[in-house]
């Protein structure tokens, strides 16, 4: 592999790659533009000429026609800018820097991931992810253990070293993971007013490039897709400025792509800004680019998909699979203000009848 090493601060990200022979003669800028796809040949070029790539034992300043020879060390430095910024209705939305944590021991981050906040650095995403932030507290590298998507805040296991991470990461792939969301849903004419039940609707990818990110549903004895399964409990419905509002429990017995969004969907309570599901693709698309309307954002009301991974409880000891561990995280103020302001149901009680029906759960499902 030509990656040598990766430095991730909070601030700063540094990579430094070797060249490898079928590479000799290169390009500076072809060659950092294979590891960087998410940077335009421009961007390129400009980090080239602002002397943030070095070439190990060539003084000077660097220039993008300059080649590059077999077994040389190029280092590439990036620095954090307003490109990862999010913003909502035209203005920049404050993100939670320095998340809380859960739980912590010397094998183990269990942090409260907030809204937007990348597992770990990918694409564009670089600065504000949950190993990043991590690495930061601890001061040296660490492990995903599973993910969520950026939009969905809660629970998230960042391992401190790989013995840790392959244990976690294993009770994932096995499915011995119990896992509960909570979220605010939209009712529409599909639901069909039932309290608790399972979705079991199969899942496949919507289509090509772009599309693939609109998972498709189908009828759970179809054969066409993959197998998903997902148990629902709606603890309190309410009307309020002309719509229904749900709010639940999911608690998924898999981990598809999009599952509790999509089974949520197929049943009638879309998520509250969800703008894939609860709006459109080409919805989605118009939030993507920055050119959704006044209305769009009236509709959505929520900057994210309203859907926070709030209890967990995982196989805790290598050698006695029966002894496990519970964590709970509350939703954060986005959602929290959200139905307070618009709901009439009492906070407290409902989080606490929130945890019971969770612990229940978790306890029946032992069994």
């Known amino acids: 592999m030509n990656i040598l090493y990766k430095k991730f601060q909070p601030d700063s990200f540094e990579a430094c790659y070797e060249v490898h022979e079928p590479q000799d003669g290169m390009r500076l800028d072809q060659f950092l533009q294979r590891y960087f796809p998410s940077f335009s040949r421009e961007?390129?070029?400009?980090?080239?000429?602002?002397?943030?790539?070095?070439?190990?034992?060539?003084?000077?300043?660097?220039?993008?026609?300059?080649?590059?020879?077999?077994?040389?060390?190029?280092?590439?430095?990036?620095?954090k800018t307003e490109h990862e910024d999010e913003w909502w209705n035209g203005e920049k939305l404050k993100l939670e820097e320095n998340p809380p944590l859960v739980y912590e021991d010397e094998n183990l981050f269990v942090l409260s991931k907030p809204p937007f906040m990348a597992t770990h650095p990918t694409g564009k995403h670089l600065f504000f992810c949950a190993t990043v932030y991590c690495e930061s507290l601890c001061g040296h590298g660490t492990h995903?253990?599973?993910?969520?998507?950026?939009?969905?805040?809660?629970?998230?296991?960042?391992?401190?070293?790989?013995?840790?991470?392959?244990?976690?990461?294993?009770?994932?792939?096995?499915?011995l993971v119990r896992k509960c969301y909570l979220f605010i849903g939209v009712i529409n004419n599909d639901y069909q007013g039932k309290e608790k039940f399972t979705a079991n609707e199969r899942l496949?990818?919507?289509?090509?490039?772009?599309?693939?990110?609109?998972?498709?549903?189908?009828?759970?004895?179809?054969?066409?897709?993959?197998?998903?399964?997902?148990d629902f409990h709606i603890?309190?419905?309410?009307?309020?400025?002309?719509?229904?509002y749900a709010l639940?429990?999911?608690?998924?017995?898999?981990?598809?792509?999009?599952?509790?969004?999509?089974?949520?969907?197929?049943?009638?309570?879309?998520?509250?800004?969800?703008?894939?599901?609860?709006?459109?693709?080409?919805?989605?698309?118009?939030?993507?680019?920055?050119y959704a309307t006044p209305e769009d954002y009236q509709f959505m009301q929520l900057?994210?998909?309203?859907?926070?991974a709030t209890a967990i409880n995982i196989p805790w000891s290598d050698k006695d699979p029966s002894i496990r561990k519970t964590f709970f995280c509350p939703p954060p103020l986005d959602m929290s203000e959200w139905i307070t302001r618009n709901?009439?149901?009492?906070?407290?009680?409902?989080?606490?009848?929130?945890?019971?029906?969770?612990?229940?759960?978790?306890?029946?499902?032992?069994?």
């Open 303 to 308: 900057a994210r998909h309203a859907l926070h």
């Open 43 to 79: 961007q390129i070029k400009e980090k080239i000429k602002a002397k943030e790539v070095h070439i190990e034992g060539r003084p000077g300043r660097m220039k993008p026609n300059t080649k590059v020879y077999t077994k040389e060390k190029v280092t590439c430095f990036i620095f």
């Open 204 to 230: 496949d990818t919507g289509g090509e490039g772009l599309l693939r990110v609109n998972i498709g549903h189908h009828a759970h004895d179809s054969g066409i897709g993959k197998r998903a399964e997902t």
């Open 343 to 367: 709901l009439t149901v009492d906070y407290d009680n409902f989080l606490e009848n929130a945890k019971s029906t969770i612990e229940d759960y978790f306890k029946r499902d032992s069994k």
């Open 248 to 290: 639940g429990l999911a608690f998924p017995k898999t981990g598809r792509q999009h599952q509790i969004r999509v089974h949520a969907k197929a049943h009638g309570f879309p998520l509250l800004g969800d703008k894939l599901y609860y709006g459109s693709y080409k919805m989605f698309q118009s939030f993507k680019d920055r």
């Open 235 to 244: 603890l309190h419905t309410e009307q309020s400025e002309g719509k229904t």
């Open 144 to 175: 995903s253990v599973h993910r969520l998507d950026r939009e969905t805040s809660g629970i998230l296991l960042v391992a401190k070293n790989p013995k840790a991470a392959n244990h976690f990461t294993t009770s994932f792939e096995k499915e």
